[in-house]
């Protein structure tokens, strides 16, 4: 006859957090900040993007 193993039990005061995968996490702050910069550049650059030369693009000639 064998005694019963009781089985593993968590802590009741302590919620278990789920595990985020570093891939997840990089590629999210990654990501963020790629947006962030796109969005201070479009304030902080003094250049008009809509304001190019046609000249400065055309081929030579």
């Known amino acids: ?11 009741p005061g302590k919620p278990r957090r789920p595990r985020r995968s570093a891939t997840l996490v990089t590629g999210s702050v990654l990501t963020g900040l790629v947006a962030l910069l796109a969005l201070i550049s479009a304030v902080w650059l ?7 030369s046609g000249g400065r ?3 030579p000639g």
């Open 46 to 52: 003094p250049y008009d993007p809509e304001d190019t």
């Open 1 to 11: 006859m064998t005694t019963p193993v009781p089985a593993v039990t968590e802590l």
């Open 57 to 59: 693009l055309a081929p």
